[in-house]
Nanobody
Framework: QVQLVESGGGLVQAGGSLRLSCAAS????????MGWYRQAPGKQRELVAR???????IYADSVKGRFTISRDNANNTVYLQMNSLKPEDTAVYYC???????????WGKGTLVTVSS
Protein backbone atom coordinates (compact mmCIF):
# COMPACT_ATOMS: atom_id res chain seq x y z
CA GLN A 1 0.00 0.00 0.00
CA VAL A 2 1.48 3.30 -1.12
CA GLN A 3 1.79 5.98 1.54
CA LEU A 4 2.95 9.54 1.03
CA VAL A 5 3.33 11.83 4.04
CA GLU A 6 4.24 15.46 3.48
CA SER A 7 5.58 17.78 6.17
CA GLY A 8 7.42 21.04 6.65
CA GLY A 9 4.87 23.61 5.60
CA GLY A 10 4.06 26.74 7.56
CA LEU A 11 3.68 30.48 7.53
CA VAL A 12 6.61 32.49 6.21
CA GLN A 13 7.18 36.05 5.07
CA ALA A 14 7.90 36.85 1.46
CA GLY A 15 11.58 36.27 0.75
CA GLY A 16 11.81 33.52 3.32
CA SER A 17 12.56 29.82 2.98
CA LEU A 18 11.00 26.49 3.84
CA ARG A 19 12.04 22.90 3.34
CA LEU A 20 9.35 20.34 2.65
CA SER A 21 9.79 16.62 3.18
CA CYS A 22 7.85 13.65 1.84
CA ALA A 23 8.21 10.20 3.34
CA ALA A 24 7.21 7.51 0.87
CA SER A 25 6.51 3.82 1.33
CA UNK A 26 4.82 0.92 -0.42
CA UNK A 27 6.85 0.95 -3.64
CA UNK A 28 10.44 0.76 -4.85
CA UNK A 29 11.32 4.38 -4.24
CA UNK A 30 14.71 4.59 -5.93
CA UNK A 31 13.48 3.67 -9.41
CA UNK A 32 10.50 6.00 -9.44
CA UNK A 33 10.26 9.58 -10.61
CA MET A 34 8.97 11.71 -7.74
CA GLY A 35 7.19 15.01 -8.02
CA TRP A 36 6.12 17.92 -5.89
CA TYR A 37 2.81 19.51 -6.80
CA ARG A 38 0.80 22.36 -5.38
CA GLN A 39 -2.78 23.52 -5.37
CA ALA A 40 -3.62 27.12 -4.60
CA PRO A 41 -7.14 28.12 -3.52
CA GLY A 42 -9.50 28.07 -6.48
CA LYS A 43 -6.88 26.68 -8.83
CA GLN A 44 -6.01 23.31 -10.29
CA ARG A 45 -3.16 21.27 -8.91
CA GLU A 46 0.07 21.88 -10.81
CA LEU A 47 3.45 20.18 -11.02
CA VAL A 48 6.18 22.22 -9.35
CA ALA A 49 9.22 19.98 -9.74
CA ARG A 50 10.14 16.39 -10.41
CA UNK A 51 13.21 14.29 -9.94
CA UNK A 52 13.99 11.11 -11.84
CA UNK A 53 15.49 8.04 -10.25
CA UNK A 54 18.92 8.99 -11.58
CA UNK A 55 18.70 12.47 -10.14
CA UNK A 56 17.75 14.57 -13.16
CA UNK A 57 15.44 17.41 -12.17
CA ILE A 58 12.81 19.46 -13.97
CA TYR A 59 11.11 22.60 -12.66
CA ALA A 60 8.12 24.68 -13.52
CA ASP A 61 9.14 28.07 -14.90
CA SER A 62 7.51 29.81 -11.97
CA VAL A 63 9.92 28.25 -9.45
CA LYS A 64 13.12 27.86 -11.45
CA GLY A 65 16.10 29.27 -9.61
CA ARG A 66 14.20 29.42 -6.32
CA PHE A 67 13.17 25.81 -5.55
CA THR A 68 15.35 22.72 -5.42
CA ILE A 69 14.04 19.17 -5.41
CA SER A 70 16.23 16.38 -4.04
CA ARG A 71 15.86 12.81 -2.90
CA ASP A 72 17.34 10.42 -0.34
CA ASN A 73 16.89 6.94 -1.75
CA ALA A 74 18.25 5.32 1.41
CA ASN A 75 15.42 6.81 3.44
CA ASN A 76 12.69 6.91 0.79
CA THR A 77 12.33 10.66 1.16
CA VAL A 78 12.00 13.49 -1.32
CA TYR A 79 12.59 17.11 -0.38
CA LEU A 80 11.68 20.52 -1.74
CA GLN A 81 13.86 23.42 -0.67
CA MET A 82 11.98 26.65 -1.31
CA ASN A 83 13.85 29.95 -1.23
CA SER A 84 12.84 33.50 -2.06
CA LEU A 85 9.23 32.62 -1.44
CA LYS A 86 6.51 34.81 -2.91
CA PRO A 87 2.87 35.25 -1.90
CA GLU A 88 1.88 33.44 -5.10
CA ASP A 89 3.64 30.33 -3.80
CA THR A 90 0.89 30.00 -1.19
CA ALA A 91 -0.72 26.59 -1.69
CA VAL A 92 -1.07 23.10 -0.34
CA TYR A 93 1.97 21.13 -1.47
CA TYR A 94 1.80 17.42 -2.26
CA CYS A 95 4.27 14.79 -3.32
CA UNK A 96 3.56 11.76 -5.48
CA UNK A 97 5.09 9.34 -7.90
CA UNK A 98 5.11 11.21 -11.16
CA UNK A 99 3.82 9.89 -14.44
CA UNK A 100 3.79 12.34 -17.29
CA UNK A 101 3.39 15.32 -15.02
CA UNK A 102 0.61 13.93 -12.86
CA UNK A 103 0.52 11.85 -9.72
CA UNK A 104 0.18 8.09 -9.96
CA UNK A 105 -1.14 7.32 -6.51
CA UNK A 106 -3.82 8.55 -4.16
CA TRP A 107 -2.94 11.98 -2.86
CA GLY A 108 -1.83 12.46 0.72
CA LYS A 109 -3.00 15.27 2.97
CA GLY A 110 -0.36 17.66 1.73
CA THR A 111 1.31 20.41 3.69
CA LEU A 112 0.14 24.00 3.66
CA VAL A 113 2.56 26.76 2.75
CA THR A 114 1.42 30.32 3.37
CA VAL A 115 3.58 33.23 2.26
CA SER A 116 2.66 36.63 3.62
CA SER A 117 3.52 39.86 1.85
Amino acid sequence: QVQLVESGGGLVQAGGSLRLSCAASGFIFRINTMGWYRQAPGKQRELVARIFGGGTTIYADSVKGRFTISRDNANNTVYLQMNSLKPEDTAVYYCNRDRGGDGMDAWGKGTLVTVSS
